[in-house]
């Protein structure tokens, strides 16, 4: 069935470092990619999303680009800060109105910035 | 625009005993999810509703998992007996409708989850 796989944490960066988070996928047919953020004692937000091959998602620093030939969707940030402390998850889903259309989510990257 | 309702926010029970969750999600939203997150893990769907019928309850425990979502609004998922590997937190989402299905994409708005622990 289809999956998420993504870099194992915690990680932990400096404030201004360069982040990057793995994350690849196994999927039949075409799924639409996000990365969700869990801040602490916060709910699930979407922090970005891409639906097709080659889509570059992009929010509050984030980016990741849908990348049908490796099956990975990898979020980068430039500069972190400590307010990006959270939990990162990396998800899939298939077509709306359908029984695919449920998220399947990666195990989730614990991200700690220092000052 | 009142997002995603859920409660209780927290519960401690005891094993073999009874609870209950319930979610009301954003209002004119025909699709609602529950999930299970194990903590160190990612959520994990338990039942999707589609109106007020099951799309998928393929990794719901019906021996003793149950949901309903009656009048196709609120839901409430129910765990009776309880076991310790029940402790969770239970999410729930809904997803705003389509004009076209099958186009676009499937955005699902969470709710702040119930933490339940088990002893």
């Known amino acids: 069935g289809d999956s998420v796989t993504q870099m194992e944490g915690p990680v932990t960066l400096s404030e201004e470092a360069f982040l990057t988070i793995n994350c690849t996928y196994t999927?039949?047919?075409?799924?639409?990619l996000f990365w969700y953020v869990q801040y602490p004692g916060e709910g699930l937000q979407l922090l970005l999303k891409a639906t097709k091959a080659d889509d570059k998602g992009s929010n509050k620093g984030f980016e990741a680009t849908y990348r049908k030939e490796t099956t990975s969707f990898h979020l980068e940030k430039g500069s972190v800060q400590v307010s990006d402390s959270a939990v990162y998850f990396c998800?899939?889903?298939?077509?709306?109105?359908?029984?695919?259309?449920?998220?399947?989510f990666g195990s989730g990257t614990r991200l700690s910035i220092r000052p | 625009e009142a997002g995603v309702a859920q409660s209780p926010r927290y519960k401690i029970i005891e094993k073999r005993q009874s609870v209950a969750f319930w979610c009301n999600p954003i209002s004119g939203h025909a699709t609602l999810y529950w999930y299970q997150q194990i903590l160190g893990q990612g959520p994990k769907l338990l039942i999707q509703?589609?109106?007020?019928?099951?799309?998928?309850d393929s990794q719901l425990p019906k021996d003793r998992f149950s949901a309903e979502r009656l009048k196709g609004v609120d839901s409430t998922l129910k765990i009776q007996p309880a076991k310790l590997e029940d402790s969770a937190v239970y999410l729930c989402a809904s997803s705003s409708p389509m004009s076209k299905a099958g186009v676009g994409y499937n955005e699902q708005f969470f709710g702040p989850g119930t933490r339940l622990t088990v002893l």
């Open positions: 998800a899939l889903s298939g077509p709306p109105y359908s029984s695919a259309s449920k998220i399947i």
């Open positions: 509703f589609q109106n007020n019928g099951v799309v998928d």
């Open positions: 999927a039949t047919g075409y799924p639409s």
